[in-house]
């Protein structure tokens, strides 16, 4: 490990000072997609799948609203690398790459979640 590299872990936020800052951030925002997904992230990386999971289905549903489709597609892409057998998030998938004109992409994920049903 280089000097740059001993000193940006030495500046670099811990994870529990990142935690508690974007806790607190989301206090004050609680409908910001971006801020969820981080926190999710964090939740993730630190192993609180649960959590985690939560916090991302919250972020796609906030991106969904919002108009974001592609991303909610991502973050829920993200659930499925997390959990595959979640029907909820595959349906929710399903749905949004329907409703984004990428049938093809829909009725491969529909015939993946019909082999894991």
């Known amino acids: 490990m280089g000097i740059l590299d001993s000193l940006k872990k ?3 936020p811990s994870a529990r000072d990142e935690r508690s800052d974007l806790e607190r951030k989301l206090r004050t925002a609680q409908n910001d997609p971006q801020l969820r997904q981080k926190y999710a992230m964090v939740l993730l990386r630190r192993g609180e799948i649960t ?4 916090e991302l289905a919250k972020a796609g549903e906030l991106y969904e609203k919002g108009g974001f489709a ?4 991502a973050v829920i892409r993200q659930i499925l690398k997390y959990d595959p057998a979640n029907l909820d998030a ?5 749905g949004l790459l329907a409703l984004e004109g990428l049938s093809g992409d829909a009725q491969h994920e529909l015939e993946k979640t019909a082999e894991h049903a």
């Open 51 to 54: 959590g985690g999971l939560s």
């Open 70 to 73: 592609t991303k909610g597609i």
């Open 90 to 94: 595959r349906k929710r998938l399903i």
């Open 10 to 12: 030495l500046l670099a």
